[in-house]
T-cell receptor, first 114, second 112 residues
Framework: GAVVSQHPSRVICKSGTSVKIECRSL??????MFWYRQFPKQSLMLMAT?????????EQGVEKDKFLINHASLTLSTLTVTSAHPEDSSFYIC??????????FGPGTRLTVT | QQQVKQSPQSLIVQKGGISIINCAYE??????FPWYQQFPGKGPALLIA?????SEKKEGRFTISFNKSAKQFSLHIMDSQPGDSATYFC???????????FGGGTRVLVKP
């Protein structure tokens, strides 16, 4: 299957700072990338959908000014958590896909805000 | 509103047994139904997927059964192994590559 990477795998930051997470499709060009959030022992919650070169579409209840998404190329999307607070601590996972093809997920990023 | 309902929440099965996980959906526009396997601290991995024009699809020990009229689909894991112990998620979307709606997940424990 296709490979999607995320960086970093773990990050600890102080409250009030911003954190950037990168998602890359390594062996295919992803027309669409998705960002999910997952709390312990819960399902994945879709945060936003991003298409290369256009603004991300955010799900209801997700603050677009807090979770900035950039999809600058067909292989790279970034999620920036701005002014992070402890309640933003979570497991963030990206996925990448092409039209008509399955989505492939990255390994996830564990964010801890102290 | 939970559009994809998954059951059971957890499942314990003996090695060599069959694990069965069920999902039901509401949105008739859904046209693509994948299953993902997730180990703790890792991202989900695609296991197998089905479209509603077939009633069953098998890949190795994993089989999806699909009932379009009942809006239900299920995953069967044959000859379950301890290495299959993981959380399994069903999902649905309007087409492959579109955004996915996930079920709540099933934690499977295979006892040796």
């Amino acid at each position: 299957g296709a490979v999607v990477s995320q960086h970093p795998s773990r990050v600890i930051c102080k409250s009030g700072t911003s954190v950037k997470i990168e998602c890359r499709s390594l062996d295919f060009q992803a027309t669409t990338m998705f960002w999910y959030r997952q709390f312990p022992k819960q399902s994945l919650m879709l945060m936003a959908t991003s298409n290369e070169g256009s603004k991300a579409t955010y799900e209801q209840g997700v603050e677009k000014d807090k979770f900035l998404i950039n999809h600058a190329s067909l292989t790279l999307s970034t999620l920036t958590v701005t002014s992070a607070h402890p309640e933003d601590s979570s497991f963030y996972i990206c996925s990448a896909g092409q039209r008509g093809e399955s989505q492939y997920f990255g390994p996830g990023t564990r964010l801890t805000v102290t | 509103q939970q559009q994809v309902k998954q059951s059971p929440q957890s499942l314990i099965v003996q090695k060599g047994g069959i694990s069965i996980i069920n999902c039901a959906y509401e949105n008739t526009a859904f046209d693509y139904f994948p299953w993902y396997q997730q180990f703790p601290g890792k991202g989900p991995a695609l296991l197998i997927a089905i479209r509603p024009d077939v009633s069953e699809k098998k890949e190795g020990r994993f089989t999806i059964s699909f009932n379009k009229s009942a809006k239900q689909f299920s995953l069967h894991i044959m000859d379950s192994q301890p290495g299959d112990s993981a959380t399994y998620f069903c999902a649905a979307s309007k087409a492959a590559g579109n955004k996915l709606t996930f079920g709540g997940g099933t934690r499977v424990l295979v006892k040796p």
